[in-house]
């Protein structure tokens, strides 16, 4: 499984991929929506802050993603969950923070 990790807080993205690399998962990350688009098609999950500077956020990226790939599963990581869009096709919102073992149950891998 390889698993792409977008946030803008730094922090957030190593110690998401620090875990997950813990279970054996590839994990590629990026700080932005912008530079996570081109890594869409070499990943099978995304996993994505809502809130993000610059001009895309989460939910336009998981637009993004399920326009390249329906089904590839896509987990938004927000704290600000009143900010999430009603019409968001993430198959999961997670309010910040969350312990890390409920993201490896979403993935199937704990």
């Not at 990790?5 to 922090?11: G, M, N, P, S």
């Not at 875990?19 to 099978?44: F, R």
């Not at 896509?74 to 999430?84: A, K, S």
């Not at 019409?87 to 979403?106: N, T």
Request: aromatic share 6%.
């Amino acid at each position: 499984m390889k698993v792409l990790v977008v946030d803008d807080f730094a922090a957030m993205r190593e110690t998401v991929e620090e875990y997950l690399k813990g279970l054996g998962v590839e994990v590629i990350v990026c700080g932005s929506g912008e530079k996570a688009v081109p890594y869409l098609d070499k990943v099978g999950v995304l996993i994505t802050d809502l809130e993000m500077p610059g001009g895309m956020g989460g939910d336009e990226l998981a637009r993004v993603a399920k326009g390249k790939n329906p089904d590839m599963p896509v987990l938004i990581m927000t704290g600000r969950v009143g900010l999430v869009p009603k019409d968001h096709l993430a198959d999961a919102v997670f309010e910040k923070p969350f312990q890390l073992h409920a993201l490896g149950s979403w993935l199937g891998l704990t």
